[in-house]
């Protein structure tokens, strides 16, 4: 199937000559741990700019519970983080990465808690759990179950002390400006200024991930795929789209929002039970509630299946109070909020979105296709998950690579002594006829639901080829219109980036890892232990 003529340049037209220029050494597009990371790095080699399209703390970072992944405690050893992250991903890891992030992450690690990170400790020693696939408890934990916002809280204070770094909040990244194959800055809006055109001499997308193409998602809104969106109208090579993980368990209550339940839960002895009470997690895979999340996601949907109900429970009854509280008091009190003392009953749950393992593609380096471009964090694809992300993970590659795209580009920066000038920009009036008659809202609620429905943790060749054509369908004129507010630029991204997760799922003919399709049950090495990149320069997929 192609996909070709949806797709445009830029989500606005501007002209450089009427619109106000801001300069700086590097810029960095996100403020998640990735992000911030990369800022305090970059800023040893000039100035630094971090634009974040809310607020500086709103973003997949400040709501990650579980912890972080790092060969620190003295039983584990390097070898077997390395074989667990291998093992998970199914055949198509990038094996170096994964011994240089493996073996660079106590490292990162231990210079976050030299800025002031405070994990959890017992008996004055680092505390650690474990979580489904990993051989040894290795991750470590804040607050007991918000290791994300301890994180987040210490790298922002880091900024904030670095007179080289500027952030600037509520401004959305609409893309990139290029010329000759480089990367010159991007053309933002502003809340307060409006369109605005930032000049870099490098840029670093860190912009995080696309839960919000799925009507049940973990992420928080503004997971609305822009880096991946922004990279692929600038031509900039993608790949791995297909492999969306789904966490197992986020809380199921009518109305609400969902919320994640930590996978360390199930580390720390919960069980499984479906709406008779049964446990069914042995009957589905040796490790039962600590197997990989594709295969607790899997099983969870079979359950929901087999006894015809909306959800299964998560039990924690057996867990002495005193540690329930302890390990997890943001959980505790979420689910007090809605009338379920957790201590007593057993907690709904059901499998949402939660990571995009595919991304913009980059060597080992952080580096994209594109010169003067980086990539880190979740919007990136490094070779580490593979088919699928060990849990915890996500953290450690966001620490590392933070650090590498930093420190490149700041290193790059600083050889660079000319002044910094700004290419003239001319981008002519898109269609906006339709823009008054639009139901924006409608849309993206559409477009989620078929998501989740056809691309989503079962796939089905004949249900992604009609997901397919009904983006493309509202693309034509979605795409073609010219917006001037984040929810139209958002509705645009969302399109652009699940008509590419889709293309890419009916593609792989096969399942591997999170990507499992009905129609094709085994995993077929043969034909593809290969990645599928999408290269916008043709139009379509490479292999």
């Known amino acids: ?118 994990f959890d400790r017992e008996n004055g020693k680092l505390a650690f759990t474990k979580e489904g696939g990993h051989s040894y408890p290795r991750i470590l934990r804040a607050r007991g179950d918000s290791t994300g916002k301890e994180i987040e809280e210490t790298l922002i204070n880091v900024v904030k002390k670095n007179p080289k770094i500027r952030v600037f909040e509520n401004t959305f990244a609409l893309d990139l400006l290029v010329s000759k194959n480089s990367c010159n800055g991007i053309i933002a809006w502003r809340s307060h200024a409006g369109n605005t055109l930032i000049w870099a001499r490098q840029t670093i997308l860190a912009s995080g991930g696309c839960g919000q193409v799925y009507r049940e998602t973990t992420n928080p809104e503004i997971a609305t795929a822009d880096g991946i969106a922004m990279a692929h109208r600038a031509r900039v090579k993608l790949q791995d789209l297909e492999f969306v993980q789904f966490h197992p368990t986020t809380l199921y209550v009518a109305g609400a929002e969902r919320v994640l339940i930590s996978e360390t839960v199930r580390g720390e002895g919960g069980i499984l039970r479906n709406k008779f009470g049964e446990r069914f997690m042995p009957k589905y895979h040796s490790s039962a509630e600590l197997a990989p999340r594709d295969i607790v996601s899997r099983s969870i949907i079979q359950e929901i299946r087999n006894t015809d109900f909306t959800h299964v429970y998560l039990d924690v009854r057996h867990i002495p109070k005193e540690k329930l509280s302890t390990r997890f008091p943001k959980i505790k009190k979420l689910c007090k909020s809605f009338g379920i003392d957790i201590t007593q009953e057993l907690i709904p749950v059901h499998p949402s979105a939660h990571y995009m393992i595919g991304g913009i593609l980059v060597d080992q380096k952080g580096r994209t296709s594109m010169e003067n471009l980086y990539a880190c964090g979740e919007v990136s694809c490094t070779g580490l998950h593979g088919a699928n992300r060990l849990g915890s993970n996500s953290l450690l590659e966001g620490l590392v690579f933070g650090y590498r795209t930093g420190h490149l580009a700041g290193k790059e920066s600083a050889k660079k002594k000319d002044e910094l000038l700004s290419p003239r920009f001319f981008k002519g009036p898109s269609k906006s006829h339709l823009y008054n008659e639009l139901d924006l809202k409608d849309i993206k609620n559409s477009l989620k639901s078929i998501m989740w429905r056809n691309v989503g943790i079962e796939r089905d060749g004949k249900y992604l080829k009609d997901t397919i054509n009904s983006i493309k369908h509202w693309s034509k004129y979605i795409i073609s219109n010219e917006f001037s507010s984040p929810l139209g630029w958002e509705v645009q991204n969302m399109l652009t980036a699940s008509i590419l997760i889709a293309s890419s799922a009916f593609k792989r003919r096969e399942s591997r890892g999170v990507h499992y399709r009905l129609d094709h049950l085994n995993t077929n090495d043969k034909q593809w232990k290969k990645h599928i990149i999408v290269n916008n320069n043709t139009n379509g997929f490479e292999q």
Not at 5 to 34: C, E, P, W
Not at 72 to 80: A, E, I, M
Not at 83 to 104: M, P, Y
């Open 1 to 118: 199937m192609t996909i070709k003529n949806i797709f445009k340049r830029y989500l606005v037209s501007f002209n450089s000559k009427t619109l106000q220029h801001i300069f700086t050494d590097t810029l960095v597009i996100g403020s998640g741990v990735a992000g911030l990371s990369s800022a305090i790095h970059a800023a040893r080699g000039g100035s630094v700019l971090v634009v974040t399209k809310s607020m500086i703390n709103e973003n997949c970072t400040e709501h990650a519970q579980g912890g972080i992944a790092a060969t620190l405690n003295p039983v584990d050893s390097f070898k077997q983080h390395i074989n667990d992250t291998l093992k998970t991903g199914h055949g198509i890891c990038d094996d170096k990465v994964v011994r240089g992030v493996v073996r660079e992450g106590p490292k990162r690690v231990k210079e976050l808690i030299g800025w002031g990170a405070k």
